[in-house]
């Protein structure tokens, strides 16, 4: 859709253009810029609280993706007024304002409006140096592929809604989603990282393929190199596969090989809507050492595969 809009033609927008940026980028002096991102979403778990705080991660991801700072936050609400709790809402707003708090962001206020389905998210303003920012279109071939978050949310919070996820696959998948990218975005910067996304609803191939694209690259990915969530791969099998699933497979397959013998489960799980994803990111070989000396406890390392001077925009499975 927003290929549709009239394109902008100021000069100080430095990134926001593609549809592949996760923010955008505005140059407000030589040394400094705003960086800006919006996103909000239906309920992906059962507890208020724990669904503010996965919403307001999430929304501060795209700012982390770009290696920006996020300063401040605008609360973005849709409840039900007159036939649900109020209370409901004042948890779920605990839960963004907490997880803002972590991340050193100021909420300074929002808008709610009544609606019959929930929905809850953040309008995130931060800054970054002009020139100094991370896009997705710098990928180069011989990059490494980093993921810093195991796949599987969407696979997880549909087997919860069909009440078939265990209590400990649920919670591990909350922990994943509460985390901060912060810590990767600061590994990513200290590596001189050509390349980022964060990786949401468009599922690990719907994003890296309009990275891929924007950088005029290929890529190779290894199965066996991509994390996944406890018991995602099972729920899977069972049928558990969110709806977007479907519509994620079909953005992407004709620029995907997936070569035979490759179990179908991996087309669920590689394209499997996620919330509160990982970054992924390409990274000069040479620069891995120095990605995972600033790694921490709260976020993986995992190479899943490496860029190819392939055909732009095309990803190449390895068997696992």
Request: glycine fraction near 10%.
């Amino acid at each position: 859709m927003l290929r549709r809009l009239p394109p902008s033609t100021d000069p100080n927008l430095l990134a926001g253009r593609n549809p592949a940026d996760d923010a955008a980028v505005y140059r407000l002096s030589s040394d400094l810029a705003l960086i800006q991102s919006v996103d909000f979403f239906t309920p992906v778990v059962d507890d208020p609280y724990d669904f503010g705080r996965i919403a307001a991660a999430n929304s501060l991801s795209d700012i982390y993706a770009m290696g920006g700072r996020p300063l401040t936050a605008l609360n973005v609400a849709a409840f039900p007024m007159d036939t649900v709790d109020l209370d409901i809402l004042a948890e779920i707003l605990r839960g963004g304002a907490d997880k803002a708090r972590e991340a050193g962001v100021t909420v300074i206020g929002g808008h709610t409006v009544d609606d019959a389905e929930p929905k809850y998210g953040m309008a995130v303003t931060g800054t970054v140096e002009p020139g100094k920012f991370v896009t997705s279109s710098g990928a180069r071939p011989g990059d490494l592929l980093v993921l810093t978050k195991p796949l599987g949310t969407g696979i997880i919070a549909t087997a919860l809604k069909a009440g078939a996820a265990s209590r400990d696959d649920v919670n591990q998948a909350v922990r994943w989603m509460v985390t901060l990218n912060r810590s990767a975005s600061h590994a990513m910067l200290s590596a001189g990282a050509h390349a980022s996304s964060d990786i949401t609803g468009f599922g690990l191939l719907g994003h890296l393929h309009p990275l891929l694209h924007a950088s005029g690259v290929a890529a190779r990915v290894s199965v066996t190199g991509v994390p996944l969530l406890p018991g995602a791969e099972g729920y899977a099998r069972a049928g558990h596969v969110p709806g977007g699933s479907g519509k994620n497979l079909a953005a992407v397959e004709e620029y995907v090989h997936f070569p035979p013998g490759l179990d179908d489960v991996w087309h669920d799980l590689l394209v499997d809507p996620q919330t509160s994803g990982g970054l992924l990111m390409s990274l000069d070989p040479a620069r891995l050492p120095d990605f995972q000396a600033h790694a921490a406890s709260d976020m993986l390392s995992a190479v899943i595969g490496q860029i190819t001077a392939g055909p732009a925009g095309h990803i190449d499975l390895l068997p696992r």
